[in-house]
């Protein structure tokens, strides 16, 4: 949980966070990360934008009008005279340092963390004024921007779609706050908040965002599992009692004898394993893609690899692991290494081998592991 000696502090308890202010209000953390150095530099964040692996935009604006332009981007394409900036998404599968960013917000779920974006931007460079589906926290890693917060949105604010890009019309600001590397301050943003960062000078800002899958997405995956287990012969049944309707009528009766139907159904047949397959998907990775770039490990230790979700549950007789929406079923005994692995920790590749394999060969199958001399001490 430490980067160059940081390690994240909060002004308030992680409860009073999670209880006022998580998916709620916005909060600024001063000096949350004491002896934080930004682990990649703008040109670093330029390289990254030139492949064709990594997903990467460039939103600029000229005399009033917005324009959204996609990577992967050659040197030419930074030489501009208008506002611009940069954002490379998902950073942290593929740079080292930016991905153990995440080990500083781990008193949220695992599974909720999506990926962290990094942008960078000229004086007066920023996206616009937008509102997000996400929780994301804002940390500055080089000069400063300014970020305007406004009112809460939903999908009746009015928006402007202009060029790929969704901005709010009408953006008032009520708050104002000013990020820069030596203040240490990390901005909390709940999903739905309307903000828009401007930068003051160079500026270099990664984004730590949260996600939360959909409720239709739940509510489909979970109809799903449950349909495949129920017999088709399975018939609605009236339960005793059920008074006598006026002809052709539904009664309430008659709808919550088959609401109460439908929730027995799911609860006698539902395993829940979709809801860790569904927290763990990644919509954005190609699971062959990721076996054949896969690395030999040498060991002597090895950690999870920077493009592994993982998530698991305990049962009463073995733990259920979720690796990239993949479920795996395997023995208690495993739960010291699996959550060492969870917390970003390096494990040593022999325990795993020797002791759990049955965890081990679950991870090599969904090329979850890399290796982890470099994290050791």
């Known amino acids: 949980m430490r980067i160059g000696g940081a390690t994240l502090k909060l002004p308030i308890s992680e409860t009073q966070f999670l209880q006022q202010y998580w998916q709620r209000a916005p909060l600024l953390l001063t000096q949350a990360l004491p002896g934080f150095t930004s682990p990649v530099t703008a040109d670093e964040l330029a390289g990254f934008a030139m492949e064709e692996f990594v997903e990467s935009r460039l939103i600029a604006r000229s005399k009033g009008v917005w324009t959204k332009q996609d990577?992967?981007?050659?040197?030419?394409?930074?030489?501009?005279?208008?506002?611009?900036?940069?954002?490379?998404?998902g950073l942290d599968q593929w740079h080292e340092g930016v991905a153990a960013l995440r080990a500083q917000v781990d008193f949220l779920p695992r599974w909720r963390f999506d990926d962290i974006m990094v942008s960078y931007a000229v004086n007066g460079g920023g996206v616009g004024p937008?509102?997000?589906?996400?929780?994301?926290?804002?940390?500055?890693?080089?000069?400063?921007?300014?970020?305007?917060?406004?009112?809460?949105?939903?999908?009746?604010?009015?928006?402007?779609?202009t060029n790929g890009l969704n901005l709010i019309s009408e953006f008032e600001p009520s708050e104002t706050y000013t990020l820069s590397p030596g203040d240490i301050l990390i901005l909390y943003i709940p999903p739905g908040v309307a903000h828009w960062g401007i930068a003051q000078?160079?500026?270099?800002?990664?984004?730590?965002?949260?996600?939360?899958?959909?409720?239709?997405?739940?509510?489909?995956r979970r109809t799903d599992n449950v349909l495949e287990q129920l017999a088709p012969a399975s018939l609605l049944e009236d339960m005793p009692g059920l008074s006598v309707g006026r002809p052709g009528e539904i009664t309430v009766e008659h709808i919550r004898n088959a609401i109460d139907a439908l929730a027995n159904a799911c609860d006698?047949?539902?395993?829940?394993?979709?809801?860790?397959?569904?927290?763990?998907?990644?919509?954005?990775?190609?699971?062959?893609?990721?076996?054949?770039?896969?690395?030999?490990?040498?060991?002597?230790?090895?950690?999870?690899?920077?493009?592994?979700?993982?998530?698991?549950?305990?049962?009463?007789?073995?733990?259920?692991?979720?690796?990239?929406?993949?479920?795996?079923?395997?023995?208690?005994?495993?739960?010291?290494?699996?959550?060492?692995?969870?917390?970003?920790?390096?494990?040593?590749?022999?325990?795993?081998?020797?002791?759990?394999?049955?965890?081990?060969?679950?991870?090599?199958?969904?090329?979850?592991?890399?290796?982890?001399?470099?994290?050791?001490?």
């Open 71 to 89: 990577g992967p981007f050659h040197k030419e394409d930074f030489h501009r005279e208008d506002e611009w900036t940069l954002l490379v998404h």
């Open 130 to 161: 937008h509102f997000d589906r996400y929780d994301v926290f804002l940390l500055q890693g080089a000069g400063c921007r300014e970020w305007r917060l406004g009112g809460h949105c939903d999908d009746k604010t009015p928006q402007l779609q």
């Open 201 to 220: 000078g160079e500026s270099l800002t990664f984004s730590l965002g949260f996600r939360a899958p959909s409720v239709s997405d739940l509510l489909a």
């Open 268 to 377: 006698a047949l539902d395993d829940y394993r979709w809801f860790g397959e569904i927290v763990t998907h990644d919509n954005t990775t190609d699971t062959d893609d990721v076996s054949k770039s896969a690395l030999p490990l040498i060991g002597p230790f090895v950690c999870l690899s920077s493009q592994a979700r993982i998530a698991w549950q305990e049962h009463k007789q073995h733990l259920d692991i979720f690796i990239n929406g993949e479920t795996f079923a395997v023995p208690l005994s495993a739960l010291q290494n699996l959550m060492a692995l969870c917390r970003g920790d390096p494990v040593a590749l022999s325990s795993l081998t020797q002791s759990d394999g049955e965890l081990f060969d679950a991870l090599i199958a969904m090329s979850a592991l890399e290796d982890g001399q470099t994290h050791h001490g």
